[in-house]
């Protein structure tokens, strides 16, 4: 009977621990990641919304800010910046903008999502107001100009002179009702 | 109370609780799912056999290439081991049978199941899965056949199958051993095996956790690994391969064990540094964890992240080293023989050492961007794979098979085919190498012109192994059946172990009352 005993026990432990590996994959790794890539700024994710405080804009220096845009995969839309660089100021607040066209016959959803290279720059490119917060829907063959509200953090490391702003666009029609901001 | 088998054939198999039993049933399963792999890959050989597409479609082609790793790796190499395990384990440490017998039917009845669900959507309207068996997402994911759901659940199944016999194994191997056998006194091949389980129980739910965050992402509408949702694609490299890198040292650690029993026995001396075998097995299994983005270099790793995985992996060559050098050492100044399970065993130890060169190659970061996703790849991995686990396999086969059924094996028949395997191996997986040098990458169902001889060369030399095979399974099948008996408990005149002091046939019950150690 002390086997018996002794099986179960091992059983028990196993699977506990099984459970726990599973648990880590499922809900452990992925924020990990993510809290990984935030840290070291791999990736070039950018933070959620800022909201402007008074900082003193540093006119000693320069910072050329390009802009690219993408079409994921099979993406019809047009989808460019209007402006392709400005120049700024650390600390001042800028407006650009980007054209989005549904080049379709079909209403359509899309999900622009932003990429900051070099990425030791991702945590000093700051974001009040972007089109990527919210997701994009445009009627057949509507065409909209989507604002991007910026700030270069005057802390931007000083090796960088040029910083990178991208955006995949992405097709999420099919996706319904789910929101990057429902996601995260 | 001798109890002997059931008489009908559907109760003795299907409800059996008996180790032996269990055990053939995952080889028998387990060389079914070979053949059937064995024949995805000559599919696979025979369309590359000249560049421009002939027989089959590129789209089947992908489903071949993805079915051929799946069932060889989750379908063959691995309830082939377990099969082993079911059958060596009780009668190398001393024990009745397996600690948990009901479970241990279970976990081998769920597998025929699993892999009838995974092989029947290669029959469906859009086909099996074709994303390769590393299933990457976005591929898997966004981009899967609807099929793809068939597979996930598939790779439930066998997880659960894994995790079952994994238990069985560690809680057999902790409490069933007989008086006096201590942990540094077990076989190697119950070592490796107990480490290998621990390794499984860790890792098979991670596997879990990454193909049901592909089942949401696809049928829930949440973002793991969609990057327009806010999910990052690298992330389900990351988590794979997490699994990924322990799954292989999964597959090469019993074939290590079964190898460490071989050597010594056709040697007539004991192991050499028996205990550093151990520790080396142990630190293996360690390492496996802290290694797994070797396998993605090319992702877009900060410098700093190459370098890590790049030193951590290269240090895995050191215990392995310990291993190869203690085997070569064991045969140094024995009395050597060469019996058919001794030519896989030194098959094995060459070509493994061969793979681990080629593995050291792959190691290096910076050469890697050249290397990655090439026909080099397929070759290295195939020289660890096969010449590893499936030679070591054999050779088990072939050593053990006697005392399992009590007739010998035709021993020239033996020797022929391990000549042939040997040989056909080379020529498969050879060229390989060249052409992945020469930039032929891998998982594409056509190719450059100046590629075309040395896949020639392959291809011949692919359908010689798999002849080789057939041969194998006519050995087996006539030993069986027809093979000299033999009485000899010892069988193998250099034996020692536990195992070789029952009579040959193995009686269906064994041990029921603990031997006595010295």
């Known amino acids: ?184 | 109370m001798a109890h002997g088998p059931s008489e009908s054939f559907f109760s003795r198999w299907l409800f059996s609780t008996n180790h032996k039993d269990i055990g053939t049933l995952y080889l028998w399963f387990s060389f079914a799912m070979f053949l059937l792999g064995g024949a995805f890959a000559m599919v696979i050989r025979a369309e590359l056999f000249q560049p421009g597409m002939q027989l089959i479609e590129p789209e089947f082609f992908n489903q071949m290439t993805t079915m051929h790793g799946l069932v060889m790796v989750f379908g063959a190499i691995m309830p082939a081991f377990v099969g082993l395990a079911n059958w060596m384990i009780p009668m190398m440490i001393g024990a009745p049978d397996m600690a948990l017998p009901r479970m241990n039917n279970l976990s081998f009845w769920i597998l025929p199941f699993a892999f009838a669900i995974l092989v029947s959507t290669l029959f469906m309207e859009g086909g099996g899965p074709n994303f390769g068996w590393t299933f990457y997402a976005p591929l898997s994911t966004t981009y899967a056949p609807d099929t793809v759901n068939y597979f996930i659940f598939g790779v439930h199944i066998m997880g659960a199958s894994s995790i079952m016999g994994s238990i069985n194994i560690i809680a057999t191997v902790i409490n069933m051993r007989a008086p006096g056998m201590t942990y540094m006194k077990m076989p190697l091949f119950v070592w490796t095996w107990v480490i290998t389980a621990f390794l499984l129980v860790a890792v098979m739910p991670v596997l879990a956790g990454a193909v049901t965050m592909m089942l949401m992402d696809i049928n829930f509408g949440t973002s793991f690994f969609d990057a327009a949702g806010g999910g990052d694609p690298v992330l389900f490299q990351h988590v794979f391969w997490f699994f990924g890198h322990p799954e292989v040292y999964i597959i090469i650690l019993p074939a290590f064990g079964v190898v460490s029993q071989i050597i010594p026995t056709f040697s007539r001396k004991p192991l050499f540094g028996y205990s550093s075998m151990v520790y080396a097995t142990a630190s293996i299994a360690f390492l496996s964890f802290i290694v797994w983005a070797h396998h993605m270099f090319t992702v877009g790793m900060p410098i700093a992240g190459e370098l890590y995985f790049m030193y951590a992996t290269m240090l895995i060559a050191v215990p392995t080293g310990v291993k190869v050098f203690n085997w070569v050492t064991t045969m140094y100044k024995g009395a050597l023989t060469f019996e058919t399970p001794m030519l896989f065993s030194i098959a094995f130890v060459i070509l493994f050492t061969f793979g681990g060169f080629t593995g050291m190659m792959l190691s290096i970061a910076a050469a890697d961007t050249q290397y990655h996703d090439t026909y080099f790849v397929v070759a290295h991995f195939h020289y660890v794979m096969v010449a590893g686990a499936v030679f070591s396999g054999t050779a088990a086969v072939y050593y053990w098979l006697p005392k399992w059924c009590g007739r010998m094996y035709d021993e020239t028949m033996g020797k022929v085919q391990f000549w042939i395997a040997f040989i056909a191996f080379n020529i498969t997986f050879m060229p390989q190498h060249f052409l992945g040098l020469a930039g032929m990458p891998r998982r594409y169902s056509d190719y450059g012109l100046q590629f075309a001889d040395w896949n020639m060369v392959s291809s011949i030399g692919a359908f010689m192994y798999g002849g080789a095979q057939l041969l194998f399974l006519f050995n087996v099948i006539r030993t069986i059946g027809w093979g000299k008996p033999i009485d000899d408990p010892k069988v193998w005149e250099g034996a020692e172990g536990l195992e070789w002091t029952l009579p040959t046939p193995a009686p269906f019950h064994t041990f029921s009352t603990p031997p006595v150690l010295k």
């Not at chain 1, 993510?34 to 000693?60: M, P, Q, R, S």
């Not at chain 1, 910046?81 to 650009?96: A, F, L, M, R, S």
């Not at chain 1, 999502?113 to 000093?124: H, K, S």
């Open chain 1, 1 to 184: 009977m002390k086997n018996t005993t002794s099986h179960r026990n091992v059983l028990i432990k196993s699977l506990l621990g099984a459970a726990v590996m599973f648990m880590f994959a499922m809900f452990v790794l992925p924020p990990l990641y993510d809290l990984f890539c935030e840290i070291t700024g791999i990736g070039g994710k950018t933070g959620d919304a800022y909201t402007a405080t008074e900082v003193v804009v540093d006119t000693t220096r320069e910072v050329e800010v390009q802009f690219v845009a993408t079409n994921n995969a099979t993406m019809p839309w047009e989808f460019y910046p209007v402006e392709h660089k400005v120049v700024v100021h650390p600390g001042e607040q800028k407006e650009i903008v980007f054209y989005a066209k549904n080049l379709t016959g079909m209403d359509m959803v899309g999900q622009a999502i932003p990429n900051v290279l070099p990425n030791n720059a991702a945590d000093y490119f700051l974001k009040t107001e972007c089109f990527c917060f919210n997701n994009q829907p445009l009627a057949a063959g509507d065409d909209a100009e989507l604002a991007v509200v910026f700030i270069i953090d005057p802390d931007l490391p000083a090796s960088v002179n040029t910083v990178t702003l991208s955006y995949t666009i992405f097709d999420i029609t099919d996706r319904g009702s789910m929101q990057v901001s429902q996601l995260k």
